[in-house]
């Protein structure tokens, strides 16, 4: 499978850089976004088609949705290659409601999104199973309702971890074990010294996580513009002996 970043950027945004966003692509098989976070959309449509993709969320916060009303957009009125049929969409059990509501004309009102997306909830430790892979959700912890981390795997037995939004816990070891590519945030910069817990990791705690689960590869995500992030690598470097990649958008990564 391959990994595509279409963004990375923390908690909002940057030039040159949308916020959360990620492409798996199988070959044969129809591509699965997993998250769509503003600029998203734009970074798509160099690459991909907007319209012929399955669509995963690791949480609702709006770095990592906000341009999903627009997909629908694309999806339903593109004058000449709408989508064709409906994708999947998997998330949060309220996410038909979030994006209804998102996507409505008024207050009060939603926007009925089971024309084009088929949708499915989580459940924590179920894999769901499309475009060939197998991806298991595991709670985190995070402010956000039903936030999740994803664990992707592939007929060949390759694993892509996604770390979605968290605090550190146990369970990202977990959802990273032995995986050949841990997509982790570190929002906190280079330590979580006088953060508030529960929400965000460093890059400290990432190369942690990445050691205990025995990853092959770290890519540090989610890092915010105004952070340097040279200092987020180093603080990973030195809890984690294995490779550590800082996350830029367009990147691809083959597996
Ligand atoms: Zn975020
Ligand atoms: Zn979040």
Known sequence: MQLTILGCSGSLAAPGNPASSYVISVPGETDVVMDFGAGALAAMQ????????HVIFSHLHADHCADFPSLLVWRRYHPTAPASERHRLIGPSYAPEHFGRMSADGPGELDDISDTFEFTAWRAGRPEHLSGL???PFDVVHPAAESHALRIEDADGKVISFSGDSGFTPTLIDAARDADLFLCEAAWGATSEGKAEGMHLSGQEAGRIAREAGVQTLVLVHIQPWTDPEEVVQAARAEFDG?????????TFEL
Do not use: C, K, Q
């Not at 990649?245 to 367009?250: D, E, K, N, R």
């Open 46 to 53: 160099e690459r991909f088609d907007p319209a012929a993709a």
């Open 134 to 136: 197998a991806i298991t």
């Open 243 to 251: 490779e550590v990649v800082l996350g830029t958008a367009g990147a």
